[in-house]
Nanobody, 126 residues
Framework: QVQLAESGGGLVQAGGSLRLSCTTS????????MGWFRQAPGKERDFVAA????????TYADSVKGRFTISRNDAATTVYLQMNSLKPEDTAVYYC???????????????????WGQGTQVTVSS
């Protein structure tokens, strides 16, 4: 089992920045990838960014490319999402997710992930 806990959400004006954190615990040695998703009211949960744990390769949704950066600390216990140049359309609940080693290679679909955090609200005002 892997436990995930997000933090760092809040209210920010358009053009501002926030950094989300996702702290991991449990059997993290079996992690293949970590991802960030977001869900706005009445909408589906959408892919934002992902990092393959072995090698650190990153992938981003087109809507956030160049503005958001996914990273991790040296101990690989915390995943970050640095969000710059925020827009009102970035408003959503943001979730981090973990994919088990051997569970697959896709990272874009919520079904690719095995563990989820509780989410943190990000609100961008215009």
């Amino acid at each position: 089992q892997v436990q995930l806990a997000e933090s760092g959400g809040g209210l920010v004006q358009a053009g501002g920045s926030l950094r989300l954190s996702c702290t991991t615990s449990g059997r993290t040695s079996t992690t293949h990838a970590m991802g960030w998703f977001r869900q706005a009211p009445g909408k589906e949960r959408d892919f934002v960014a992902a990092m393959r744990w072995n090698g650190g390769r990153t992938t981003y949704a087109d809507s956030v490319k160049g503005r958001f950066t996914i990273s991790r600390n040296d101990a690989a216990t915390t995943v970050y999402l640095q969000m710059n140049s925020l827009k009102p359309e970035d408003t959503a609940v943001y979730y981090c997710a973990a994919q088990r080693l051997g569970a697959g290679t896709g990272v874009f679909d919520p079904g690719d992930y095995d563990y989820w955090g509780q989410g943190t609200q990000v609100t961008v005002s215009s």
